[in-house]
């Protein structure tokens, strides 16, 4: 075979591994370069982008889905990985994790699913399953580091990805003082708080001016002068006679009253008088 031909067959090679490659599958190279370069407060919001994990503090679920992204490509880079590791490793993440999100996969399927992706690694004319560019040593870091992370709390993903989660809605009553109305006798709000000076002159309601008391008149010296000269002229025409009959008129009338009450309390008496005295004969009969 010619050099060209040798060529050729390589280029070819390469281009199906590069196409059965399990790196830049779930994260494109850019996207992993820039996460290798953030800190785990960037990593996480970077995430949160790229798989729309926006409800995360309300869903529980989203947040343990971006937890378990954060904490596996921290993980990765604190391992030194090169982009096309990280991106590899990551999508082993992924696809376990959809295993059990989607598929609802048990434990020991999800661990058969795990071993295929690594499976021939190290061994010499056997084909992998896309993650060459891993060795031995860093096989068995990813599989302590699944154990630890995915498999050891893998009833609990179970749970949570086949558990619809309970709605919550709280309420809190609260009450709140407000200022009271800017009206007498009270000051107005701090808002809308005045000087005292400025509020008596061109806030405050006026009194209302009080109604005028309606003078007394002032007795006439003349017409008093003469109502006594008329009063005297009158008792001046009067008689002995005419003088008598006034008195007699005036006696009868205070002393008839008198009479009549007097007679009826008299009378009363007798009554009563009269009923002892029938008591007695009785007790003497």
């Not at 490659?21 to 994260?27: E, I, T």
């Not at 699944?146 to 609990?156: I, V």
């Not at 006679?241 to 009549?260: A, H, K, P, Y």
Request: glycine residues 4%.
């Amino acid at each position: 075979m010619s050099k060209k031909g040798k060529g050729k067959g390589k280029a070819v090679k390469d281009d199906e591994d590069e196409k059965d490659s399990l790196a830049f599958k779930v994260l494109t190279v850019e996207q992993t370069n820039s996460l290798m370069g953030s800190n785990v407060l960037q990593m996480q919001e970077q995430l949160k982008e790229i798989f729309s994990l926006c409800n995360y503090t309300i869903d529980l679920t989203e947040a343990a889905t971006l937890d378990y992204y954060t904490a596996a490509v921290y993980w990765g880079v604190q391992q030194k990985f090169t982009a096309q590791q990280l991106s590899g490793f990551f999508t082993v993440v992924h696809m376990l994790l959809g295993n059990v999100k989607d598929k609802h996969m048990s434990l020991v399927e999800n661990m058969v699913e795990f071993n295929k992706l690594f499976a021939g690694i190290g061994i010499e004319d056997v084909k992998s399953t896309g993650l060459d560019f891993f060795d031995l040593p860093s096989v068995k870091s990813i599989t302590q580091y699944m154990y630890s992370s995915l498999f050891q709390h893998y009833r609990l993903f179970l749970y949570m990805f086949t558990h619809s989660q309970a709605e919550e809605i709280i309420g809190t009553d609260l009450e709140v003082e407000v200022a009271k109305s800017a009206s007498l006798p009270h000051p107005p709000p701090l808002e809308e708080g005045v000087t005292e000076e400025m509020h008596s002159l061109y806030i405050a309601t006026p009194p209302p001016t009080p109604t005028p008391e309606p003078e007394e008149e002032k007795p006439d010296a003349a017409q008093e002068l003469e109502d006594q000269v008329s009063q005297s002229d009158l008792f001046s025409q009067l008689t002995a006679n005419d003088v008598r009959e006034v008195i007699e008129s005036v006696t009868r009338e205070m002393l008839g009253s008198l009479q009549t009450e007097i007679g009826m309390k008299l009378q009363d008496k007798e009554a009563q008088i009269i009923q002892r005295i029938n008591k007695i004969h009785r007790v003497a009969e």
